[in-house]
């Protein structure tokens, strides 16, 4: 079975359809690994250094120690020449946006006592009917 990077080189398609960058971003999570991949990105390439980035300087170290494996890697997927060079930039997760706790719903909003008490009748169990009714004025207090 022949590698991607063979196969498109293969095709001898024009030269604007895949630049270098693209290709060599596309196959870092091939040549690095699962676990790697997932705490870096390849971000762009500058001449023949591929540029990464990765979450902490811990990540940073210790890919550094492993870039001589990974140029050779990427070289037996892209072909000789076009990464010879790796780069590890921190670049910190951008945080998921916060989103708002869920409003309370209408029904416990603007109830009167009277309305509430109708809803702690359908709990079968006195004892925990009444432990509710307390949290629940404890709760609108």
Request: charged letters at 30%.
């Amino acid at each position: 079975m022949e590698r991607a990077s063979k196969l498109i080189r293969g095709m001898k398609l024009p030269l604007d359809t895949l630049s270098g960058e693209e290709l060599a971003c596309a196959v870092w999570p091939q040549a690095v690994g699962k676990k790697i991949a997932a705490h870096t990105r390849a971000a762009k390439l500058v001449r023949t250094r591929l540029v990464i980035e990765v979450e902490d300087d811990t990540w940073r170290r210790q890919l550094n120690a492993l870039s001589r494996h990974m140029v050779w890697n990427l070289e037996q997927v892209l072909g000789k020449g076009m990464v010879e060079d790796v780069e590890f930039r921190v670049v910190p997760r951008r945080r998921e946006p916060q989103r708002a706790p869920a409003a309370v719903p209408a029904l416990f909003a603007n109830k009167s006592a009277n309305q509430s008490a109708d809803e702690s009748a359908a709990i079968a169990d006195p004892v925990m009917r009444s432990i509710y009714r307390a949290a629940r004025k404890k709760a609108l207090a």
